[in-house]
């Protein structure tokens, strides 16, 4: 008969020295690994779970996920098995115990240790939502703590109600999770996402400063207040840190953090700011609301206690925010402010108490004295027929049974736009007005150097933003549509835009602005998301093509200060290494111009450098476009300024520094209002060009640079309307 083993019993390899803590699911062991020596935590599965499947699913699953997982800040799992009708779990041994009794043992950590654990959390979080887990009970008794050398380190654990983008474990409705640190939008059932780790981040962290969650009393009471009670602020603390609080634990998800790593990084900047009090926050406990008093759900067992651990310290390890101005000797630039971050305002979907009469509705009280709370369903998937997507009409292919070859993946430091695979860039234009997407082909036998208008696709795709890139390596150039919540290609056959495919959900707000480049250097192109709109903070997440889909994006790069709507982005090979570096063009806090490189590193981008700062250029009326434009190999920038007339200033890369030509060419019959330039190597001879719509006049006109500058080649009327058509690029 199966019976749960006990000290100095064997469980597969491992010999039971101590009991650590039980619960729920079942017994945490202390125990050694025979043949190694090696202290493990042992964790049992009680008999009667054991017995269920979904359970036991479940159980395998915190196995496999964190396995899989390479993430310093999540605990390690050395090996998983069955004996005797026992499921077990041996994973790495912290001996620090957990957040939870760390705290009721010694007290707070001091504000600034705190929001280096919280942060150590967030990288956490931020590791499992980029293999597609989302871990659905963050809280202290989750938070393993090792202290030594001079810093403590975090590791989140119990993976064991976590669910990834396969899962179904939790289509019986239960919502999983501990009621105190639950985003509002999972007491209405809905699923967990990222966004809602995020928000148990925020009360981890109000946790961490001031010892208690951030609100108070039973189930009803916690259902009310996490979704209409005012976030809560600490007296005396910072706007930056206030600010974070208002941001993670927001009642409407999209108003949060727009990635875990996105609040790592604001927790290291707002420690890195040195206005961190020294002494503890003092709150006077939240008011509970006039509901009556439910027993607290289910929860799973806390972390092995251990005997008292060495005194909180400050880690040493923890890496700068990014952003950190770069100066030039001969002009430093200005630097970039921090100021308030704005609050925002609670969603107002229906008055307190119908949403309490909804909870009430959808408890389920349990039998045999234990009790269950039974939430509405969470599958996890479905499709919401009141949220419109795009459908595009379909669209006539002109192949005329033509049979046309991929020619291959193009490698260069820019994205292509050869569409049909001839070697030579072509121009994509999408023409709102007629509800089509026309391409203009390069053709080097005409005085123009342009072919044919050639209608492409019966579609303008929308209101989706559209870019182009070798999505799928087949050196045809096709189209990323991207909208809130998914992302579509349309991909070239050769001689038309096929009907677009889906090739990933995303999760982006209503403004967001993206750019295309081989960010990871496999001969794809991938895409940067560029979000923090109404904020103080911007973040950058890249999501990766593998030729026939986008992988989750995940956090590259995070800003504190910088202003989503003071930046304009591109992408591009600028240090010749095989990937597509970012570069911004922003408008610093006094006034000028600057523009900044974020290095790619193939899974993140380094720290920005400062490339260039003019304090002559006006931010609004300049206009960056990226290509090859000296043939070298290196991306380079090609800046147009407003002068009345189109100005153009190229800033050629040497690999590592930027040189601004002293020179500029003015386009004296095109005004920059009605200019719409892009860059197109239309000879296919290494060298970009600069192919420019006059809005003013319908006509396409093909700029290029030869050993006296940008000279005007050729142009064609192009029978449009103009004023409504967009030219497609690499960034929208």
């Not at 042992?42 to 395998?60: D, G, I, N, Y």
């Not at 990766?544 to 790069?557: I, M, V």
Request: aromatic share 8%; hydrophobic share 40%; charged share 20%.
């Amino acid at each position: 008969m199966a019976r749960i083993p006990g000290v100095g019993d064997l469980l597969g390899p491992y010999r039971i020295t101590r009991e650590l803590g039980a619960g729920g699911m079942g017994i945490v062991f202390e125990a050694i690994e025979e043949g190694l020596g090696r202290r493990v935590a042992l964790k049992v599965l009680s008999l009667q779970l054991a017995s269920e499947p979904e359970f036991r699913t479940r159980f395998k699953r915190e196995a496999s996920v964190l396995a899989r997982s390479d993430s310093p800040h999540i605990i390690q799992v050395y090996s998983h098995g069955e004996q005797d009708g026992c499921l077990y779990l041996a994973t790495q041994f912290v001996s620090g115990g957990d957040l939870a009794a760390r705290v009721a043992g010694e007290g707070l950590p001091a504000p600034d240790v705190s929001l280096d654990i919280a942060a150590q959390v967030a990288s956490a979080l931020a590791d499992a939502h980029a293999v597609g887990v989302i871990h659905r009970d963050v809280k202290p008794h989750n938070v393993l703590l090792r202290s030594g050398q001079g810093q403590v380190h975090a590791y989140l654990c119990d993976f064991g109600i976590a669910r990834d983008g396969d899962s179904s474990l939790t289509s019986s409705g239960v919502v999983a999770g501990t009621y105190a640190y639950l985003a509002p939008e999972r007491f209405r059932g809905e699923a967990a996402t990222p966004a809602s780790d995020t928000y148990a981040l925020g009360c981890l962290l109000w946790f961490l400063l001031t010892g208690r969650p951030p609100y108070d009393g039973g189930l009803v009471q916690l259902a009310h207040q996490h979704e209409f009670s005012p976030i809560p602020q600490l007296p005396g603390a910072s706007d930056q840190l206030n600010g974070f609080l208002l941001r993670a634990m927001a009642k409407d998800p999209a108003a949060r953090h727009s990635s875990a790593a996105a609040a790592a990084a604001a927790l290291r900047a707002i420690r890195a700011s040195g206005r961190v009090p020294d002494q503890h926050f003092v709150v006077p406990p939240p008011a509970t609301p006039p509901y009556p008093s439910y027993p607290s759900g289910p929860s799973y067992p806390s972390s092995p206690s251990a005997p008292s651990a060495p005194s909180y310290v400050v880690a040493a390890s923890v890496p700068p925010p990014l952003a950190a101005p770069i100066a030039q000797p001969a002009s430093p630039p200005p630097s970039y402010a921090t100021p308030n971050l704005p609050t925002p305002v609670p969603r107002s979907r229906r008055g307190p108490l119908a949403a309490v009469i909804a909870v009430l509705a959808a408890l389920v009280i349990g039998v045999g004295g234990g009790v269950a709370w039974h939430f509405l369903r969470d599958d996890g998937g479905g499709t919401d027929s009141t949220n419109p997507t795009l459908s595009p009409e379909p669209q006539e292919t002109p192949t005329d049974g033509e049979t046309v070859d991929p020619p291959g993946a193009r490698v260069g430091p820019v994205t292509p736009a050869d569409v049909n695979g001839d070697g030579n860039d072509d121009t994509i234009l999408i023409d709102n007005s007629a509800d089509q997407t026309l391409v203009l082909t390069s053709d080097e036998a005409t005085d123009t150097g342009f072919g044919d208008f050639e209608t492409w696709a019966g579609t303008a795709y929308g209101s989706a933003k559209v870019v182009r890139g070798d999505f799928s390596g087949d050196g045809w150039t096709d189209l990323a549509l991207v909208e809130t919540d998914r992302v579509q290609v349309a991909r070239s056959n050769g001689v038309g835009f096929e009907a677009p495919e889906d090739w990933g959900d995303v999760q982006l707000p209503a403004r967001f602005k993206v750019t295309a480049g081989d960010f990871d250097g496999d001969g794809v192109t991938d895409l940067a998301y560029l979000t923090g709109a109404g904020e103080d903070f911007i973040a950058i997440d890249v999501a990766l093509s593998d030729g026939s889909t986008f992988g989750t994006a995940s956090n590259w790069a995070g800003v504190e200060g910088w202003k989503f709507d003071d930046m304009k982005i591109g992408a591009g090979d600028f240090d010749g290494d095989g990937d597509a570096d970012l570069i911004e063009l922003g408008k610093p806090s006094e006034g000028g111009v600057d523009l900044r490189l974020f290095r790619s590193e193939r899974d993140t981008f380094a720290d920005n450098e400062l490339w260039l700062y003019s304090a002559t250029w006006e931010w609004g009326r300049t206009h960056p476009v990226i290509g090859d434009f000296d043939g070298d190999g290196d991306a380079d920038v090609v800046v147009m300024l407003d002068e009345g007339n189109a100005r153009f200033v190229r800033i050629l890369s040497e690999g590592t520094t930027p040189e601004l030509e002293s020179q500029h060419v003015d386009v004296d019959d095109v005004a920059y209002a009605d200019a719409r330039p892009v860059a197109a190597d239309t000879d296919g001879d290494g060298t970009t060009d600069l192919v420019l719509l006059d809005r003013s006049t319908a006509t396409v006109r093909l700029f290029r640079y030869g050993s006296d500058g940008l000279e005007d080649t050729g142009r064609l009327a192009a029978g449009i309307d103009a004023e409504n058509t967009v030219v497609v690029g690499i960034t929208r």
